[in-house]
T-cell receptor, first 114, second 111 residues
Framework: DAGVIQSPRHEVTEMGQEVTLRCKPISGHNSLFWYRQTMMRGLELLIYFNNNVPIDDSGMPEDRFSAKMPNASFSTLKIQPSEPRDSAVYFC????????????FGSGTRLTVV | DAKTTQPPSMDCAEGRAANLPCNHSTISGNEYVYWYRQIHSQGPQYIIHGLKNNETNEMASLIITEDRKSSTLILPHATLRDTAVYYCIVRVPGANSKLTFGKGITLSVRP
């Protein structure tokens, strides 16, 4: 079991550019979560999916952010256009929704927007 | 509106037990207590969870008071690698339930 796989591990981009973060959940997990972590705001839940359907996107900061889950094994978080205040570590996590066990987190993508 | 309160930090000596407290006085009957930790620069890691009975696994023990208003995570023999931020979270498990992180408690294990 390779765990939750995120790519890239690090991303440096210029303000105004489009950024796409990728996540492969654990095989068989049917819930997927995107979090953002900054020193100021801590860990924030951006959006989560159940069975590939977005359930709650109330944490998405603004329209520049979008997330998709085209199938059970892949999800993307896109920022367009990116801004320096988007700099953060973005984590993806997955779980079985029908159990009370915990989430498994990926190693994160460290995004720097200059 | 935080559902749990934790002290901001604590430390303990290597090899000794680390007892991390958490208050959740407004917990409802179907909410579980979850503990996660985050070692520097890594993603959060699930540790343990419980409803009302004490639980133990290979990582830690969870002691929940009888009234369920507080709990303690116990690392029986802390090592330097246990230095991390520990999060106590209450949550109803299920497809429409979110895992919301607070500020957690920073545990520093000293040699």
């Amino acid at each position: 079991d390779a765990g939750v796989i995120q790519s890239p591990r690090h991303e440096v981009t210029e303000m105004g550019q489009e950024v796409t973060l990728r996540c492969k959940p654990i095989s068989g997990h049917n819930s997927l979560f995107w979090y953002r972590q900054t020193m100021m705001r801590g860990l924030e839940l951006l959006i989560y999916f159940n069975n590939n359907v977005p359930i709650d996107d109330s944490g998405m900061p603004e329209d520049r952010f979008s997330a998709k889950m085209p199938n059970a094994s892949f999800s993307t978080l896109k920022i367009q256009p990116s801004e320096p205040r988007d700099s953060a570590v973005y984590f993806c996590a997955s779980s079985f929704s029908n159990t009370n066990y915990g989430y498994t987190f990926g190693s994160g993508t460290r995004l720097t927007v200059v | 509106d935080a559902k749990t309160t934790q002290p901001p930090s604590m430390d303990c000596a290597e090899g000794r037990a680390a007892n991390l407290p958490c208050n959740h006085s407004t917990i409802s009957g179907n909410e579980y207590v979850y503990w996660y930790r985050q070692i520097h620069s890594q993603g959060p890691q699930y540790i343990i969870h419980g409803l009302k009975n004490n639980e133990t696994n290979e990582m830690a023990s969870l002691i929940i008071t009888e009234d369920r208003k507080s709990s303690t995570l116990i690392l029986p023999h802390a090592t330097l690698r246990d230095t991390a931020v520990y999060y106590c979270i209450v949550r109803v498990p299920g497809a429409n339930s979110k895992l919301t992180f607070g500020k957690g408690i920073t545990l520093s294990v000293r040699p």
